[in-house]
Nanobody, 123 residues
């Protein structure tokens, strides 16, 4: 069964850090580009960052650029999203997704999705 499972979310104070993980089972992640997306209440799902199969190409949304780093460990079948200097506006459910082919910011181009992990930034 193909599955993506996110973890690492939680409650953090403004200025804090979190590292999200996206672990795959049932398939090999190194054949897929991976994207991290987020969705806040009442808002559309938006791209945060994505990484190519070889990690040679990454792309990050302007809203989080300089605060977020995406990485992957294909040996562990896991992709990470390191988030620093978190702001209240970063509060959302964070999802990882996988697609065959190049990276994309388009939600509709991804084939597999995890169930999401909640990130809440609040004092």
């Amino acid at each position: 069964q193909v599955q993506l499972v996110e973890s690492g979310g939680g409650l953090v104070q403004p200025g804090g850090s979190l590292r999200l993980s996206c672990a795959a089972s049932g398939f090999t992640l190194d054949n897929y580009a991976i994207g991290w997306f987020r969705q806040a209440p009442g808002k559309e799902r938006e791209g945060v960052s994505c990484i190519s199969r070889s990690a040679a190409i990454t792309d990050t949304a302007e809203s989080v650029k300089g605060r977020v780093t995406i990485s992957r460990d294909n040996a562990k079948n896991t992709v990470y999203l390191q988030m620093n200097a978190l702001k209240p506006e970063d509060t959302a459910v964070y999802y990882c997704a996988a697609r065959e082919g190049p990276t994309s910011e388009d939600v509709g181009r991804y084939d597999y999705w995890g169930q999401g992990t909640q990130v809440t930034v609040s004092s």
